[in-house]
């Protein structure tokens, strides 16, 4: 007999494995069929190891190495598939990790919301059939100054069904330097082509004139779209049409002027050391006839797309079949009042909405955070890594202010016996993956991103990565 064929004979078979899992404690609440599955997978492994002629590890049952690593596959492989993560990165509305966290007002709304009937289509004064947006509209009309307000899925929603309310079998004008594309699924000239608006692209990419939208103006023209140029800046010899203008334009032509801000703040963040930026109520009262922005960006709320403007258009939008499609659910409802509620008073919403928070968070109070990280740290791990602080840039993210830095503090890890990828890899494994960057081959954790709640969570990952190089 061949080697190998000796050593495909030594595993163990299902059964085996079965009875040895029995007494373990940590999977009695784990589901026979997810048990088998999962052992099915782990001794599959070790047969390919064996046919690939790599070392398969222990073999024996009777040995507590092969029981250790089978326990440990089937923990992983029963673990949920969506779990929270440490967001090391800098990156504050990382659209990958979930863009905003909510503050505690908001989850308890989300509780009640799904533990609880409510009123979500319920009028309590009349005692009939309301509906879900009107639970929100006149908060959203006292915060921007708008007429009329309606909430959708996401932002990509909103803009869809405002160009195929207004702009269907039509055409939208947009400047050449406002095409823009987020993060690969949503492109302007895309969503606009599943609206049925065709695209009018007017002007230079860098720039664009108001006697180019005046001469793009037709019987067909059936909205004037300006769309923030989110994750990228035109910088140079450039120019884009005033909102002023525009809406000039719009007026005497009747035509609708839409503006979709992408990440639209409520808040002036200049204050915080960012660039200016128009807010949602500066461009409401700009003229503009339909705005919408995202609900999970600036906002610092849940997924949603909010649109808001004159009241005879958003009736339409309303009136729109598509909206029964874009609706929003009752638990993105919930947490968008309480959002919108801290609003009512702009220090409310800096001091309690996290996303604000954390853009606010002077960098002294990061710094300080980043010492006593620094300094568990070397107490917990300081024998298989280096860590040193280091002055780094966090970014808004999200598609905002792409070219601005808040100035921060990382800790740098020098892991001794594992490449500085090994550990980034390993880090994402942990039972709470923890996510930093790398840069010039070292690891970063930026602690702006880092709640304070998270620090004990962040030193437990990465003790159990070190713990495990050390011992391999
Ligand atoms: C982010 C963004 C969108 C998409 O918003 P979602 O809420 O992610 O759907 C659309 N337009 C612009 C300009 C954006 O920045």
Redesign the pocket.
Known sequence: MSEKQNLLRRIPNMQDCLRSLASVEALQAIPVQRLKRCTREFLEQKRQLILNDKDPGPLSLEQGALRDQLVAHVLRGHRPRFRPVINASGVIIH?NLGRSLLPESAMDALLAAGSRYSNLEFNLDSGKRGSRYSLVEELICEITGAEAALVVN????A?LIVLETLARGKEAIVSRGQL?E?GGS?RIPDVMARSGARLVEVGATNRTHLRDYQQAVTQETGVLLK??C??YRIIGFTSEVSNQELVALGREQGIPVVE????GSLIDLSRFGLEKEPTVQEVVASGVDVVTF????LLGGP?A?IIVGRHSIVEQIKNNPLNRALRIDKFTLAGLESILRLYLDESEAIARIPTLQMIAAPVEQVEERARRCLKMLNQRCGGSCRFDLVEVSSRVG??AMPEQDLASWAIAVTPLSLSPSRLENNLRRQPVPVIGRLEDNRLLFDLRTVREQELELLLEAVAAVCESSTRT
Request: proline share 0%.
């Open positions: 659209t996401n932002n990509a929603a803009v823009v987020i949503f769309v923030h989110s994750n979709d801000l992408g990440s995202s609900g999970d960006k997924q797309g999200g598609g």
